[in-house]
């Protein structure tokens, strides 16, 4: 298949692209007595052009960079024509490849703003956030749209490039973060891994999301701003012994986002592909050779492109849980619950969950949610091992404690572990909360729910309930706030309204094992 769905003949011969050049600005004149070369003029590049609905996802803007461009300045508009109510105006993505090209997953990704900024630039020393500062080399460079959704009448796009000529300045020097922090040994550790900043569609600085962290009481943090790596050698003077964090992105296809987890520094991962495409499983493969984790995110987001329609097999985990508890989470907590017992009866990994924030602004909560891991140490090899076996629990906020444990034929299990006694033996789960107060615990099986209880006002609370290997293959805890009309909430009962509150904690669940 083609590198890029712009390069198809047929989609392409429907651009009605039109060019034009001119010098920018004279040449600033010499001292008569300089024996220097003349320096260039900057020059104006415009490039303007249509696009139908049924555009391309990626148009290609070739530009040519002569020798001597010290910076690339580029500044874009499109019209917004009137549309019929419930149709999608216009709306496109924007950005930049270098004379290394375009192919997908190759080396010539400059950077990306989606639909966040209006102009942006790149040099040796600096860029704008969310592209990558270094070499402006001579060649065929290509700006990129992104049509996210074009207006029936189309879409009238003008972008206006400025090659800014001189010599070019200091290289820019990445920081990146350590890979490890003090940490308490094998222990649980808080952290929210979806996170977005100034790099992309955010409004906070990658010092401010580190702040943030810190004061919501996480130890570590993992950076997936949209679809580039350009935060990631500004993270380093932000992490410390007391914050780990992890670099990583979350790759916005239309077809559904995913986070890549534990990234190496300055790695970037493709974006550019449908799931009918075929090439999810290639990215995913990348990012799990470099140690890292495959998450599809908020997998029943009702926006455009934003539902999950690359299927688990190539996934690590799961986000059910992203942001503030929305109808979209139950759906996921759903979907996942069901494929455990698929999983665990085909004798597969089952698919761990989590929970993240995906804050991006004031005021949206960081930490709210957040994995709670058992993790060896505070590094990002040992927090990824422990996301990856399941052993964590997804918390609103670090107010919220949690143990959950099953004993049975003097033999224990934690959350993600397995417990394996004979079929018929008891088997007591336990599960102990605090921080929700008037909450209600629930334990499900693959049955669903078999046993629900109240959580007092103050204080922590034991929930205790037996079952056996034979009745149940896994047991969850879910921990809910009460409903907005102030009740517990009813399991194991239909009616037109919603039976539970805003979750407040959910496990990963023990799996049992007859012997
Ligand atoms: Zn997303
Ligand atoms: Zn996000």
Redesign the pocket.
Known sequence: MPTDPSARPGRRALLRTGLATGAAAAAPALPPSSPAAPVPADRVVTLTGWLPTGAPDFVLLPVEVPPGVREIAVAYDYDRPAVPPGTPGNSCDIGLFDQRGTDLGGRGFRGWSGGFRTSFSVSATAATPGYLPGPVDPGTWHVVLGPYQVAPQGLNYTVRVTLRSGAPGPAFTPHYPAERARGRGRAWYRGDCHLHTVHSDGRRLPEEVAAGARAAGLDFIVSTDHNTSSSHGVWGPLAGDDLLIVLGE?V?TRNG?WLALGLDPGQFVDWRYRSRDGQFPRFARQVRRSGGLVVP??PY?PYVG?QWKFGHRDADAVEVWNGPWTYDDESAVDTWDAQLATALREGRDWLPAMGNS?AHSDPQPIGSPHNVVLADDLSRAAVLDGLRAGRSWLAGSAAVQLEFTATGHGRRAGIGERLTVPADAPVDVELTVSGVPGGTARLLTDEGQLHQETLPATGPATVRWRTTASLASYVRAEVRHPKPDGTPGRGNSMGPDLPWGPMAALTNPITLHAQ
């Open positions: 979350e916005t986002h995110a908020h987001c934003c995906d």
